[in-house]
Structures are given as structure tokens and as C-alpha cells.
């Protein structure tokens, strides 16, 4: 498994995570996103650069993102590993779909935390307030929506009919709106693409604190030992 931790995660982030699934015989590789952690730049105490009201940095940002994932995976197929997955939370999990989208060596993603279009998390969700608010009198939304389809889910959806996927979602989000994840699920069931669902039973963040963190686990684990 390639596994793309959350915005903002430093660089203990996901290593539970990967531990466990380590533990239950699924060997992880867990990146460092661009500019954060060991990758931050001196000027930074956030990882503003990966999402941000600069449009067009954001999306060479996250092509970055995509091709670090794409040679993630070119090395441990060069290790001699054949069954390949990738596992992205929040705007990991967006990168993890864009990398599946590009990388035909991936067999099963586990996104959790889900919308079809980048610009209306950024700006309806709570964790990009400040970023909305730098865009607002500059852009409208259908224009950010336009700006940044190269690196929708939306946009490569037809390109993962061949990728088992397993989407999740927190019932009381307000990071990722739940309306948004309901239209992806939707527009998967819709376009007839493999793929599971599972709602979680709280909000954005507190996936991360027990007992949903558990739950969580369970269910990404679960998926990616019958899929790999």
C-alpha cells in the first residue's frame, strides 16, 4: 500500500496506520505529502502551499503530489510487489484517486474522506475558511471549478473502472460536505464503478479519536485484505 496522509499531517501521521495494516500482512510506504513535515520550507508552519488561494500553485502542487505517489509505486513494483494499492485521507484521499486515475499498476484505492470536486471543499469546508475568504471578490465558484478540473476526482472517474474502491465517508462532516460525498457515491453507482461505502457515525476530525479512529481502521483494513 502507498499510503497519502491528510493536509496539515506531520510526520507521525498515518504511521499507526500503516502499522497496522502492516501487522495484518499488508506491507505500507507512507509519503510525505509536498511542503509538509521533513518537506516544509523554513518560511512555512503550514502546508499552505499545497492548498491555497494561489490557483495555480495549488494545482502544480498536487500534480507533484500525484507523480511522487506514481514513483512510490514504480518502486515497490521494481521490489518485486504485484498486488498494489493506495489508501488517502481528506486531500490524501483526492491525490489517492488522481494517482489510480494515472497509475494502471493500482488495484484497489481507500479513500476516505470523499467530494467529486476540489474547489467546492475549499470553499463550503470549515478547514479552508481562510482560503475562501482570500478568493472571495476575486473569483466565482464555477470559475475555480473550471480552474482546477485537472485535478478533480470528477474529472477522472471513467479511468478507474478497473480500480476497486472502497469510499468513506463521516456523516457529520463539515470539512468534506456530506452532500458532496453523497454525489460522488452516487455518480460511482450511477457509472456502474466497483466500489464500496462505508458512513461513519461522526465528524471530519474526530475520525482520527476512538472509538471512530477504531471503526475507521476496521473498515480500510477489511477492504484492502480482500481486494490485495
Same mark, same amino acid.
Given at each position: 500500500m502507498v499510503v497519502l496522509p491528510q493536509w496539515n499531517s506531520d510526520a507521525e501521521g498515518h504511521i499507526g496506520l500503516s502499522r497496522l495494516l502492516a501487522r495484518f500482512g499488508i506491507s505500507a510506504l507512507r509519503l510525505s505529502l509536498p511542503y509538509h513535515d521533513a518537506r516544509m520550507p523554513p518560511e512555512l508552519t503550514r502546508a499552505d502551499y499545497i492548498v491555497s488561494a494561489n490557483v495555480v500553485r495549488t494545482v502544480q502542487v498536487c500534480r507533484q503530489a500525484v507523480l511522487d505517489a506514481r514513483r512510490a509505486v514504480a518502486w515497490l513494483a521494481g521490489q518485486g510487489y504485484e498486488r498494489i494499492g493506495i489508501l488517502g485521507t481528506s486531500l490524501g484521499s483526492c491525490l489517492a484517486l488522481l494517482t489510480a486515475a494515472h497509475e494502471?499498476?493500482?488495484?484497489?484505492?481507500?479513500?476516505?474522506?470523499?467530494?467529486?470536486?476540489? !474547489?467546492?471543499? $475549499?470553499?463550503?469546508?470549515?478547514?479552508?475558511?481562510?482560503?475562501?475568504? !482570500? =478568493?472571495?471578490?476575486n473569483i466565482h465558484l464555477d470559475e475555480l471549478r473550471e480552474l482546477w478540473r485537472p485535478i478533480n476526482p470528477w474529472s477522472?472517474?471513467?479511468?478507474?473502472?478497473?480500480?476497486?474502491?472502497?469510499?468513506?465517508? !463521516?456523516?457529520?462532516?463539515?470539512?468534506? &460536505?456530506?452532500?458532496?460525498?453523497?454525489? =460522488? /457515491?452516487?455518480?460511482?453507482?450511477?457509472?456502474? =464503478? &466497483?466500489?464500496? /461505502? /462505508?458512513?461513519?457515525?461522526?465528524?471530519?476530525?474526530?475520525?482520527? $479519536?476512538?472509538?471512530?479512529?477504531?471503526?475507521?481502521?476496521?473498515?480500510?483494513?477489511?477492504? =484492502?485484505?480482500?481486494?490485495?
Open positions: 494502471p499498476r493500482i488495484r484497489a484505492q481507500a479513500l476516505n474522506h470523499v467530494s467529486p470536486w476540489f !474547489a467546492d471543499v $475549499v470553499w463550503r469546508g470549515l478547514s479552508t475558511r481562510h482560503v475562501r475568504q !482570500a =478568493l472571495d471578490d477522472y472517474l471513467d479511468r478507474i473502472r478497473h480500480t476497486q474502491t472502497l469510499l468513506v465517508y !463521516a456523516r457529520y462532516d463539515l470539512t468534506f &460536505p456530506v452532500d458532496l460525498s453523497k454525489v =460522488l /457515491v452516487r455518480e460511482f453507482s450511477k457509472r456502474g =464503478l &466497483p466500489h464500496e /461505502v /462505508v458512513a461513519l457515525p461522526c465528524g471530519h476530525y474526530s475520525t482520527g $479519536v476512538a472509538p471512530f479512529n477504531f471503526l475507521d481502521a476496521y473498515v480500510l483494513t477489511r477492504f =484492502l485484505r480482500k481486494t490485495l
